[in-house]
């Protein structure tokens, strides 16, 4: 099936093929707001968080390119792309449930490891799946949609134990010091995760691949050196898009990675004076810090919306470095002010910054690669 020829899809099912990418960030919403503070909770002290959190990006270097090789090289019934979602979302589904039990920080880091390998089992093939699905000028549409699931899903991830708080005594701990409304939060994402994608992939499953396609990939089965082969045939000719974009995302993404680090210490200090992580001033200052993220992430969901029609008009690449500078802006913001105020105001920057980095990028990208090529590229 060419390019051209794919089945247009009606914006509700846009939404629907999303749902799943919807519990997918609800998870890693509740892993940027929580995981600093759960390794608080659990006696780290602040110097060894960015060892701590190493999971990410480090099982995001490897996973990505290497499920992205694979899931575009797999032959099944359930199609290129289904088989991962289903197994990363299981995986993150069993973390996410055990995660609040943790009863030291090496079981919390090590959880957070397989986590962060569940969902990145998911991601890229998901990003994929997208390209995959869409007509090349619904594409701008279908990735600003997916944008717009990231926002509204860690809104309600990181406005989850604040909700909680309202019905349940948030200074209610279990026996590892962890607040019971934090454990209840991870019991609702590991529902989520694994649901939401069962129903994307019911409702707007993959299309069959063309018998030309089904026949390149039938030639070369599926195996390790084959697919380091494609990842490293995949790097020496990365489109000059990709290259050109490496140096901003590399920025745009250790920017966000400081900010989910140290927020909740930060505005411990700022608003409230402490640095003990099990005084009761910190578990408030952890909210705070989850009810300003759930704001920067509901901006991204409704700045997610807004963008289409300004990539449509401007292109993405304007749109973006206007985005990525409200969020640098506000990044310089945050650590100088105490005021709530301008904390509020500061999360806007954040949120628009955020919602092109989910979305732009990916719009910038997927015309730039070959159908072939989508997964392993979109983990690169």
Not at 17 to 36: C, E, V
Request: charged share 10%.
């Amino acid at each position: 099936m060419s390019e051209g020829s794919k089945p247009r899809l009606s914006l509700l099912r846009i939404v629907e093929m999303n749902i799943g990418f919807f519990g997918l960030q609800f998870s890693f919403g509740l892993q940027q707001a929580n995981m600093g503070p759960i390794y608080g909770f659990l006696g780290a002290d602040e110097a060894t968080m960015p060892l701590l959190w190493l999971a990410g990006p480090v099982t995001g270097l490897i996973v990505q390119p290497v499920v992205g090789a694979m899931s575009d090289r797999t032959l099944s019934r359930l199609g290129r792309r289904t088989p991962y979602f289903l197994v990363g979302a299981l995986l993150c589904s069993l973390c996410l449930f055990l995660m609040p039990h943790s009863s030291a920080v090496w079981m919390a880091a090590g959880l957070l490891w397989l986590l962060d390998a569940g969902n990145n089992v998911t991601m890229e093939p998901y990003r994929a799946y997208v390209s995959d699905r869409l007509a090349p000028d619904q594409r701008p549409t279908g990735f600003l949609t997916q944008s717009a699931a990231t926002g509204l899903a860690q809104t309600l991830s990181y406005l989850a134990p604040s909700l909680l708080a309202t019905v349940i005594d948030r200074d209610l701990l279990d026996a590892n010091g962890i607040p019971q409304i934090v454990r209840i939060a991870f019991v609702i994402g590991a529902i989520l995760s694994l649901s939401s994608i069962v129903w994307s992939v019911l409702r707007v499953p993959e299309l069959p691949l063309p018998p030309a396609d089904r026949a390149r990939i039938a030639a070369e089965p599926l195996s390790a050196r084959a697919t380091l082969r494609g990842i490293a045939g995949a790097v020496a000719e990365m489109p000059r898009p990709m290259r050109q974009l490496a140096l901003a995302m590399l920025c745009q993404w250790y920017a966000m990675f400081v900010y989910w680090q140290f927020i909740a210490f930060a505005l411990a200090r700022s608003l409230h004076g402490t640095s003990d992580p099990r005084s009761a001033a910190f578990r408030e200052a952890t909210l705070t810090a989850q009810q300003l993220g759930a704001l920067y992430n509901f901006v991204a969901f409704v700045a997610a919306l807004a963008l289409i029609p300004l990539v449509r008009r401007l292109g993405a690449r304007a749109v973006h470095a206007a985005c990525l500078v409200a969020a640098g802006v506000a990044m310089i913001a945050v650590p100088q002010t105490a005021s709530p105020a301008l904390l509020v105001l500061a999360m806007f920057g954040v949120g628009v910054g955020w919602a092109g980095m989910m979305g732009n990028t990916y719009v910038m990208l997927a015309d730039s690669i070959p159908p072939e090529r989508t997964g392993i590229y979109m983990g690169v």
